[in-house]
């Protein structure tokens, strides 16, 4: 449960701190020009996929009321997350990183729609479930002082 907290609270810091570690990979290990148009286009599109990511795990009912993100998060954000540091390093494997981590970003992207959707479908029917039950009584009720 602590790994899944801190991975909720990491998310957020993770949307700073990737494009950050993209920006400072580039400067450590960079090269020419064109890896500067590509970073210049991946910096904020790295950032704003991250925090809408981020923003649709945190609007899962389960997340927030447990304070903690699913492991199926943690993987496939995790793998995301990995994939954009693997990026970072700018060396012979950049590109291969670079592709994963953009399928990663979709991957996750849908992951997170789905996981709220499916979260909110179980909310309704627990809601329904518990209005038929609800309405079951209260006809009962009726019924027994129809009966009196």
Known sequence: MTA??????????????????????WALFGSGGWNTLGLIISLPA???????????VNARPTVREQRAVAWGDVGMLG??????IGAGFYGVTAVPFTALAIALAVASF????????????????????????LAAEQRAGAGRRESE
């Open 4 to 25: 899944r907290r801190l991975f909720l609270r990491w998310q957020f810091l993770a949307a700073a701190v990737l494009p950050g570690w993209l920006a400072i990979g």
């Open 46 to 56: 790295t950032f704003l996929a991250l925090l809408v990511v981020a923003f649709l």
């Open 79 to 84: 793998a995301w997350h990995l994939a954009i």
């Open 110 to 133: 849908w992951w997170s729609i789905w996981q709220l959707v499916r979260d909110g479908a179980r909310r309704v029917q627990a809601s329904m479930a518990e209005f038929e039950r």
